[in-house]
Structure formats: C-alpha cells, structure tokens
C-alpha cells in the first residue's frame, strides 16, 4: 500500500489567483484519478497582459490563494505546477532523424529522435516548456503515432515544441518563491485547461479549445489526437467590463455585477420586454435600460474576439478540422449565451467547458469554467506521478560538466514524455 501523493496548481490570472491541493489516487497512466482536496482563491492585479508586472502584489495573491487551499486540505505543499500564458509564447515544429539501430524500432531509438528534434538551439531570452511528440515517419511512411516494434532504417519525429520568454519566467518564479513555494514545472496554460476539459474524442476529431479569461483568451486547436496549433488574442472578459462601463456609464464593479446578474453574450436569446435598473447617482437620476442593451454590448465584444480566433485559425489551416467544434472555458465562458454565439461565430457545434471528469473529493468546488486551468494543472502534476516522472525535490542528475549543463538536462528530463497532449 502506498501513501497517496499531494500535487498543486497554481494559476496566476490578471483577474484572480487560483491555487488547488489534490491527491493522486488512481495510478493509470493515460488518466490518472484526481481527488480535489483543498481549493484557494484571491483577487488579483499584480498581472498586466498575462505577465507578472508587480511581484509584490503577485506574492499576496499567492499566498492568500495557497493559505486558504491548505487550510481546506488540511495539508502543506511545498512544490507547485504553475501556469504560463501570454503574447511571449511561442511554438514551433521542429524534426529529428536517428537511424534504427537493431531489427526493430526501439523505445531508444524514438528518444533519440525526439532528442534531436528538441535540440533545436533556443535564443538565451526564451525557455523551453514544452517537447511535444506529434507523429513519426519510418522510412517513406508517415503519418505514424506510435513506431515502436515497427521495422525500418530511419526514424523521423515531429515535435511541437513549446518557448516562453526567460523574463516572464523569472519574475513568476520569483513570485512564488517569495511567496514560499518552488515551481515544479511550468505548464502553458491553455494546454492544462485542455486536459481538464477536453475528451480524448474531441481531441481525435478535432477540436478548438478557447479559454477566455479577464485579460486574455488562449487558443489551443488539437486534431489526430495531438496539439496542432496554440494562439492569444490580448482581450478577455475586461474588455467586455470596460464596454460596459463606457455604453452604460455605470462603475467598473457596477459593470461586472450587471454581467453577472443580467448578462448574456448572445442578443437573439435575450426577451426584448426585459428591463433592468442600472445604478445611478443622483445627478443620473433613475436609469431604466432594455436588457438587450446590456446583451448587445457585451455580444459585439465577444463576437469580436471570437472572429479573431476564427481568422487566426482559419490562417494556421485547422478551420476546417473541427469536427468535434469549439469548447469554451475560462472565467468569461459563465456569461449566459457563450456557446450560442461561438457556434454562430465558427459555424460548428460548441459547449462551455468545465473540469469534472476523472476527478473525485471536493470536485463541486471547481466545476466552474474560471478553474480550468487550475485543475488542468494538478492533473497534469497527477500524469507526472503517474508516469514516475514527478519533480520532486532533492532528485539528482549525475552528469559531468557544468551547472549550465546540469540545468539543461534536468530541463531535457521535464520536458520528456508529454505524450498526454
Ligand atoms: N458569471 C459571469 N458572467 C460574466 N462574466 C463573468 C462571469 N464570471 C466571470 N466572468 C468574467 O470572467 C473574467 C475572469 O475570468 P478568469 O477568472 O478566467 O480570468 P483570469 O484567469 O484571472 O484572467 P487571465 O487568464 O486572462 O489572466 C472576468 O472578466 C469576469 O468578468
Ligand atoms: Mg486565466
């Protein structure tokens, strides 16, 4: 009998910072039982663009997030998978030729491969995060997801390798470390909330996945299986705030509790003899609006924003390989109406997102589309334990050299096996 193992997430928004504790129960590798244990969350604005722009604020934000998330797990993390995101991602596809040593393809042989295709040199402002295996070719044939035991001479990987630049990097880890934690490994974040919320059909069939946060929304598009295109759109649910503030002249949080209480981001849905009372000052006296004004409002900037996915998709080439559609996630998939004007605006089928699946304990606490990414992230922390490949403190790489060299594997080692993408 083993003792369960604690993984956290942490997800630093521009709106809020999430932070979960969960115990990893089922050891499948492929899908791994989470059970949520312990769930923290605070405001947040130490975050411009999905960057940490204060640290200070960054590290309160941490702290309050994990001191309610032990409190309710009754247990103390010391490492933590941490989210990234923003406009410094960057992806590439990158390839790798070993030649087959023996009879067959070998375990050995698709991890030379894929060591040469990660090779790729990377600038010294932009970390590694991500090496993802997408497919293989064996001699003249491609196309193949899994070479192993498959007799040729020459083995080609393509991989989808995944950078951030090393300064965003730096002042997240320093946020966290200030804050008393040590980042285990980096995870993009719009690929944790795709394993949160994505079935593996959808991701077979093709599927995009948007999450829509406060200051930002992220693309992932994954088709065959596999992780074929990540974008960012810089608005999010502010944007839609701010029109709200400037259409109906009503304060920022005045504004957000109109989106809560009356909101809906798609017109046609809202009953034309609706009204609601805005809160006025005295000077405005007593303000009586039609609520499809409010649902106008906020359809024109969601619209907007899901137009650009569109274009952005329809230029990476996967428009057309969405069979399984669009699933919306993030803090702004709550508004009433968002999966009836993403269909309408990418002219497939479309669902909100919310994590559930494979999880146990306290799951009612995040099935909501704002935790995501956290959740994505513990479970990603769960595949590492269930793959043996968990970073755990005090794990040693005895390879000669310098410490610049030592750094570069123990990188090359967490970046290894991300076939879960
Ligand atoms: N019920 C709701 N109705 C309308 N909007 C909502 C609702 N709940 C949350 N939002 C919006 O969702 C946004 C917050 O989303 P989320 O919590 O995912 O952001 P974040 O992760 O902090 O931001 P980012 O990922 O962009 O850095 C806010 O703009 C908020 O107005
Ligand atoms: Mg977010």
Same mark, same amino acid.
């Given at each position: 009998?083993?003792?369960?193992? @604690?993984?956290?997430? @942490?997800?630093?928004?521009?709106?809020?910072?999430?932070?979960?504790?969960?115990?990893?129960?089922?050891?499948?590798?492929?899908?791994?039982?989470?059970?949520?244990?312990?769930?923290?969350?605070?405001?947040?604005?130490?975050?411009?663009?999905?960057?940490? %722009?204060?640290?200070?604020?960054?590290?309160?934000?941490?702290?309050?997030?994990?001191?309610?998330?032990?409190?309710?797990?009754?247990?103390?993390?010391?490492?933590?998978?941490?989210?990234?995101?923003?406009?410094?991602?960057?992806?590439?596809?990158?390839?790798?030729?070993?030649?087959?040593?023996?009879?067959?393809?070998?375990?050995?042989?698709?991890?030379?491969?894929?060591?040469?295709?990660?090779?790729?040199?990377?600038?010294?402002?932009?970390?590694?995060?991500?090496?993802?295996?997408?497919?293989?070719?064996?001699?003249?044939?491609?196309?193949?997801?899994?070479?192993?035991?498959?007799?040729?001479?020459?083995?080609?990987?393509?991989? !989808? @390798?995944?950078?951030?630049?090393?300064?965003?990097?730096?002042?997240?880890?320093?946020?966290?470390?200030?804050?008393?934690?040590?980042?285990?490994?980096?995870?993009?974040?719009?690929? %944790?909330?795709?394993?949160?919320? @994505? *079935?593996?059909?959808?991701?077979?069939?093709?599927?995009?996945?948007?999450?829509?946060?406060?200051?930002?929304?992220?693309?992932?598009?994954?088709?065959?299986?596999?992780?074929? !295109?990540?974008?960012?759109?810089?608005? /999010?649910?502010?944007?839609?705030?701010?029109?709200?503030?400037?259409?109906?002249?009503?304060?920022?949080?005045?504004?957000?509790?109109?989106?809560?209480?009356?909101?809906?981001?798609?017109?046609?849905?809202?009953?034309?003899?609706?009204?609601?009372?805005?809160?006025? *000052?005295?000077?405005?006296?007593?303000?009586?609006?039609?609520?499809?004004?409010?649902?106008?409002?906020?359809?024109?900037? *969601?619209?907007?924003?899901?137009?650009?996915?569109?274009?952005?998709?329809?230029?990476?080439? !996967?428009?057309?390989?969405?069979?399984?559609?669009?699933?919306?996630?993030?803090?702004?998939?709550?508004?009433?109406?968002?999966?009836?004007?993403?269909?309408?605006?990418?002219?497939?089928?479309?669902?909100? /997102?919310?994590?559930?699946?494979?999880?146990?304990?306290?799951?009612?606490?995040?099935?909501?589309?704002?935790?995501? *990414?956290?959740?994505?992230?513990?479970?990603?922390?769960?595949?590492?334990?269930?793959?043996? /490949?968990?970073?755990?403190?005090?794990?040693?790489?005895?390879?000669?050299?310098?410490?610049?060299?030592?750094?570069?594997? %123990?990188?090359?080692?967490?970046?290894?096996?991300?076939?879960?993408?």
């Amino acid at each position: 009998m083993t003792t369960a193992q @604690l993984v956290a997430g @942490l997800d630093i928004g521009s709106a809020k910072t999430t932070a979960v504790i969960a115990e990893v129960v089922g050891d499948l590798p492929k899908h791994p039982t989470v059970n949520i244990l312990g769930v923290g969350q605070a405001r947040t604005t130490g975050l411009r663009r999905n960057v940490v %722009a204060d640290i200070d604020e960054s590290t309160r934000s941490i702290k309050k997030a994990f001191e309610d998330a032990e409190r309710m797990a009754g247990a103390k993390v010391t490492t933590v998978y941490a989210g990234i995101a923003g406009e410094h991602v960057q992806a590439m596809t990158s390839t790798g030729i070993a030649s087959v040593t023996g009879a067959e393809i070998t375990r050995a042989d698709v991890d030379r491969a894929n060591a040469v295709a990660r090779a790729q040199s990377i600038p010294q402002d932009r970390e590694l995060i991500h090496a993802i295996p997408q497919e293989y070719a064996v001699d003249k044939n491609v196309g193949i997801r899994d070479p192993v035991g498959m007799i040729g001479t020459r083995l080609e990987t393509e991989m !989808y @390798l995944v950078t951030i630049g090393s300064s965003p990097a730096m002042n997240l880890r320093k946020a966290v470390e200030r804050a008393g934690y040590k980042i285990g490994e980096l995870v993009l974040e719009p690929l %944790a909330s795709a394993l949160a919320v @994505l *079935t593996d059909d959808e991701k077979e069939l093709g599927v995009c996945l948007v999450e829509m946060g406060a200051g930002t929304t992220d693309v992932a598009v994954f088709h065959e299986g596999k992780i074929r !295109y990540l974008g960012t759109v810089g608005l /999010g649910g502010l944007n839609v705030t701010s029109d709200v503030v400037h259409g109906l002249g009503v304060t920022q949080a005045d504004a957000e509790r109109l989106k809560e209480e009356f909101g809906c981001v798609y017109e046609p849905s809202v009953d034309r003899t609706d009204v609601i009372q805005l809160p006025s *000052t005295v000077a405005q006296g007593d303000r009586q609006i039609p609520r499809e004004l409010l649902a106008h409002i906020m359809h024109q900037r *969601t619209s907007e924003i899901f137009e650009m996915i569109v274009r952005e998709v329809q230029q990476a080439g !996967y428009i057309k390989k969405l069979a399984a559609g669009v699933v919306v996630t993030g803090g702004a998939a709550a508004q009433p109406g968002t999966a009836e004007l993403a269909s309408d605006v990418f002219g497939t089928g479309a669902r909100v /997102g919310l994590p559930g699946e494979f999880l146990g304990g306290l799951a009612d606490n995040v099935a909501q589309p704002r935790f995501s *990414t956290v959740v994505g992230l513990v479970q990603y922390g769960a595949h590492r334990v269930a793959l043996g /490949g968990a970073t755990s403190k005090g794990r040693r790489f005895s390879t000669p050299g310098s410490g610049q060299s030592m750094d570069k594997i %123990a990188q090359r080692v967490k970046t290894w096996l991300q076939d879960f993408f």
